[in-house]
């Protein structure tokens, strides 16, 4: 008796994808992706967000620390992207 199964099983489509990323990360391989503290300056208790790669800071936030965000905007999380400016 022979069984016959069509497609793929969720285990080698997940295979596939692994071998996938592990393929198509070069672009980013070696590259840096920060994590930055926004404050609000001369709030008398600071809160404190955190904001990752080249995405602007909330409100009246502003930066503490550096960028050193070097992966191209286009391979970044969508949250971690830089903001589009409207043309």
């Known amino acids: 008796m022979t069984i016959r199964r069509d497609g793929f099983t969720m285990m080698e489509m997940m295979a596939v994808i692994a ?21 609000v300056d001369d709030a008398p208790i600071v809160p404190v967000t955190w904001v990752c790669g080249n995405a602007a800071a909330p409100g009246q936030m502003t930066f503490k620390g550096e960028n050193k965000t070097d992966i191209p905007n286009g391979y970044l999380p969508f949250n971690c992207r830089a903001p589009v400016l409207p043309q």
């Open 19 to 39: 071998v996938i990323a592990v393929v198509a990360n070069a672009l980013i391989r070696a590259k840096s992706l920060s994590m930055r503290p926004a404050v």
